[in-house]
């Protein structure tokens, strides 16, 4: 005879959903258990202050006001006055006024073209690029105005390139740049205040040299009068390494 089993009373048939199941749970459980944190809990006391009154200490109240010293004793002035008797006349004596009036007679009349007005020369100083008549270099003479400008400049780039010299120190040291350098151009046509400024003083010294060489030129003009020219010119030191 065989035993019959019921179905719905099986016990193994969802014993892998269940193991499933409870693996979960402890699972979750481990991982809550390490992710759980605590905090320390701080005790704050609050204490009672007590705050003890200072001791004044009371001081004596000294009076300064101390009397004065005695005062010096009087000297004694010894009266020697001696009684002169008036003897001198004085006699008087007539001042005349100093004052003179239009009856007075004038020793010497100066006329109007007796006197001689000195004018004094104002130094103006006129910049290159404004200048009406440019100064002329030695042998730019008898040209128009522009072609005048155009060769005094031509003239300055070629004076430059002529005495240009390349300061040996300055190569030794491997000094290059650009020197600029503004001069003037005085009434008398003489080259004068030559100032420069440049990467070093080796090549300023150089370039003033070399504008320092430029010839005497016929001064500029403004309004037909000789003025100060300023002209500015750069020069460039470069060297090739080889």
Not at 117 to 141: H, K, L, T, W
Not at 201 to 216: D, F, M, N, Q
């Amino acid at each position: 005879m065989k035993p019959k089993k019921n179905p719905n009373l099986e016990i193994g048939r969802n014993s892998t959903l269940y193991f499933a199941i409870g693996l979960n749970l402890m699972l979750l459980l481990s991982w809550r258990m390490l992710e759980y944190k605590t905090y320390e809990k701080d005790e704050v006391s609050i204490d009672i202050v007590e705050v003890e009154s200072e001791f004044e200490e009371e001081i004596p109240i000294v009076n300064q006001m101390a009397p004065p010293p005695p005062p010096p004793p009087p000297v004694a002035l010894q009266e020697n006055v001696q009684i002169v008797e008036d003897t001198e006349e004085v006699e008087e004596t007539f001042i005349e006024s100093s004052e003179t009036d239009q009856n007075d007679a004038i020793a010497e009349v100066v006329e109007v073209s007796d006197i001689v007005v000195e004018e004094i020369g104002e130094e103006v100083e006129v910049a290159f690029a404004i200048i009406e008549d440019v100064p002329v270099f030695p042998g730019c003479e008898k040209l128009s105005k522009a072609k005048t400008k155009a060769c005094f400049q031509q003239m300055i780039q070629q004076h430059v390139v002529k005495h240009f010299t390349y300061p040996q120190a300055a190569l030794d040291m491997g000094i290059q740049g650009r020197v600029s350098v503004i001069f003037m151009i005085d009434t008398k046509g003489h080259v004068t205040g030559v100032r420069s400024r440049g990467p070093d003083k080796i090549l300023e010294k150089e370039a003033e040299r070399i504008i320092g060489l430029l010839p005497k030129m016929q001064p500029g003009k403004q309004r037909g009068k000789p003025v100060k020219v300023s002209y500015a010119v750069p020069i460039f030191f470069k060297y090739q390494e080889g």
